[in-house]
């Protein structure tokens, strides 16, 4: 019962990994290659790119669920050392993209 509980805490932190890395890699996509409003201007709008953003991040999310799960079953401890490892890696990716393109 306990390696369940942990299998599905690996899972879960790396499906929040994803839509925040996803957001980050699409924000900063729109920012550089694309001419859009800043988000900060816009109250609310059915085309708002910041939705458009988190649903895309949290369909990557359901595909890392999916891809996780197997392997953490598989070898739990190589699983939550990646997932370990990706933390920092998607805090700087946030935290770059909300500094140098907001």
Known sequence: MRKNVEIGAVVAV????SVIGTYALLRAYDALFKSEPNPATIVWSAH???FWRLAVGSYVAGLVIVLAYPMARWNLALTTRVT???????????????????
């Open 84 to 102: 370990a490892a990706l933390v920092p890696i998607v805090g700087a990716m946030i935290a770059l993209q909300g500094a140098l393109l907001p």
């Open 48 to 50: 708002i790119a910041m």
């Open 14 to 17: 790396d499906a929040l990994l």
